[in-house]
């Protein structure tokens, strides 16, 4: 039996409100790992990382020394600073989807403290 217009317009609906219940979850902290070179080791580590905020982050390769590191590009150094890598983009995603989690539950609970001040001075 096919469904109406106005049921497969409710079961969309019903779809999105899902997949945002599901989307609002903490998830397990992923540290880099891939360490920065020692300074005796004078080669590159090649990895990913993330870079970015809540409405714009990206994951691209990356490479480090012992000295500096590179994002988007994974040939050569560009910036100053090592950095630990991680060691696939999809440890580097799940990291990136944890750090927007923090930030974001960071903004909910000053505007809940915001709330509750606002509740107090009525």
């Given amino acids: ?8 317009q409710l079961l969309a609906e019903c779809q999105q409100q899902l997949r945002l219940a599901k989307a609002l979850r903490f998830t ?3 540290y880099p790992d891939v360490p920065i070179p020692d300074r005796w080791n004078r080669h590159l580590v090649k ?11 990206r994951v691209d390769v990356a490479c480090s020394s012992c ?9 050569g150094v560009t910036q100053q600073e090592p950095q630990a890598l991680y060691s696939s983009r999809l440890l580097a ?19 809940d403290t915001e709330i509750e001040n606002e509740k107090g001075g009525s």
């Fill in 1 to 8: 039996m096919a469904m109406s217009k106005k049921e497969q």
């Fill in 28 to 30: 397990e902290l992923v």
């Fill in 47 to 57: 990895g990913w990382l993330y870079a970015g905020s809540a409405g714009s982050f």
């Fill in 67 to 75: 000295t500096s590191h590179a994002f988007g590009r994974d040939d």
């Fill in 93 to 111: 995603l799940k990291a990136a989807r944890n750090a927007l989690e923090q930030q974001c539950a960071s903004w909910l609970a000053r505007l």
